[in-house]
């Protein structure tokens, strides 16, 4: 077990279920952190509750339960990978048919390493972008050894960029421009911690004598906590957490620490992948851990607490890419991450906590108001979603959560009237 903690006193969310009883309504300035929440379910989930940013912004939950049907507030992607060109036109109506917005990873060859690079990536997703799409991509660029401190300030505080991707250099696909010696990125962390933009961090060590199971336990001793200790006042999300050690030591932090969780790590373990042959579409990074690792990160996602939100890594690589000698890692959820989700936390009896987890903790984190819009998951008989997704270089295979997914998503329409199904 290695639960970690920074030394800094702990400013604790004055959100978590049950506090709400003891506030009226939302929290005067002299109690509000710039990203605290208010947010509580114990109003129950048809009078929802309320989630603040800046003492200025206090949001209701839409949420409310009719009749096998659950209203929330649109989600968002605090992790997703596009890619570019051809592969990028194929996946983004996957992402753009349940999504408002998303982190949109800077891994590409080569990296989005300048506030340029992220500049002109967004303008090819836009321009790719599905006829009467409202979405919105949020950039990140590309940490590297050689970043500018002034460069990265100027992308944050012109609104271009929203966080910036730690990748240890050779931890993951497209990772080889990433950091060898987090002492080279100080000054640049610094300047993030001084002009409020986040570090979305890939939290695995790359020494080959670590097993690749104990690899992100690793990272939080080595390099995480070292970062936090080092940058007290630098924003940080440990990305797509796989083991009950990262939930601890997120758990632990306070409210300038996140994590993201995905879908496809709540809902497979490590037999997944390996038991009785071997699955090459389960294979990700951080690769899936133990069953009692997985347990951790359901109960985490469903607990409400604001710490944790949906990053997919929807991360699409072609069939050929990944049934091979030497595949690619990445699982592509885009197409179903929500209907998995609602099934998951049915099951763990937290559907009231769903939009918390896909909707409101992650705009909170990022100081971003939560989506006015609303989508509505529907329970029937099992939906039907494609296997492949068919791209010029070949198909990528849809995440198959190995259950029946009885949640439909609709959309409405901007005037919030004609539901469209995905
Ligand atoms: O499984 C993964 N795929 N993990 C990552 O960190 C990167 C991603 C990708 O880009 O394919
Ligand atoms: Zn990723």
């Known amino acids: ?14 959100s978590i279920a049950g506090s709400l009883l003891l506030l009226p309504h939302c929290w005067t300035p002299e109690q509000s952190s710039p990203e605290f929440i208010c947010f509580s379910r114990l109003l129950g989930p ?29 989600p968002d992607d605090w992790h997703l990978h596009l890619r570019d060109g051809a592969i990028m036109k194929a996946v983004l109506p996957e992402t753009v048919r349940h999504f408002a917005r998303a982190i949109i990873m800077p891994n590409l060859v080569p990296p989005v390493v300048t506030g340029a690079d992220a500049t002109a990536y967004r303008e090819r997703i836009v321009a790719l972008l599905p006829d009467g799409a409202d979405f919105e991509p949020l950039m990140t660029l590309y940490l590297t050894e050689e970043t500018d401190p002034e460069d990265v300030a100027a992308a944050g505080e012109s609104g271009l960029v929203k ?3 730690l990748y240890p250099a050779g931890a993951t696909t497209n990772s080889a421009s990433g950091v060898r010696d987090v002492t080279r990125i100080q000054a640049v962390l610094e300047k993030m911690a001084e002009v409020g933009l986040p570090l979305c961090v890939h939290g695995e060590v790359t020494d080959p004598a670590v097993d690749i199971f104990d690899r992100e336990a690793a990272f939080i001793d080595r390099v995480l906590d070292p970062i936090r200790r080092a940058t007290p006042d630098l924003r940080v999300i440990l990305e797509h957490i796989t083991t009950r050690d990262g939930i601890e030591y997120v758990k632990a932090q306070n409210s300038d620490m996140g994590g993201t969780i995905t879908a496809h790590h709540l809902a497979i373990n490590r037999n997944h992948i390996l038991a009785g042959g071997i699955r090459p579409h389960y294979y990700c990074l951080p690769v899936a851990k133990r069953e009692e ?35 690619c890692a990445g699982c592509f959820t885009a197409t179903n991450a929500i209907s998995v989700l609602a099934e998951l936390f049915e099951k763990e009896g937290a559907l009231s906590r769903l939009e918390g987890f896909v909707s409101l903790h992650g705009p909170a984190f990022y100081g971003l108001r939560a989506n006015e819009d609303t989508v509505t998951l529907a329970k029937g008989a099992p939906v039907s979603y494609p296997e492949k997704i068919m791209t010029p270089d070949g198909p990528i295979t849809v995440f198959n959560p190995g259950f029946p997914l009885h949640w439909s998503v609709s959309r409405h329409d901007l005037n919030g009237e004609t539901p469209t199904q995905g």
Request: proline share 5%; glycine share 8%; hydrophobic share 30%.
């Open 1 to 14: 077990m290695h639960v970690r903690t920074a030394p800094r006193r702990k400013k604790p969310f004055r």
């Open 163 to 165: 966080a910036v991707k």
């Open 46 to 74: 048809t009078q929802g509750g309320h989630i603040g940013q800046r003492s200025e912004v206090c949001i209701f939950s839409r949420e409310s339960t009719v009749n096998g049907m659950l209203t929330i507030r649109r």
């Open 293 to 327: 690792h997985r347990l951790a990160l359901v109960s985490a996602a469903t607990s409400g607490d604001p710490h944790f939100f949906l990053g997919t890594d929807s991360a699409p690589h072609t069939d050929r890419n990944k049934e091979q000698e030497c595949g």
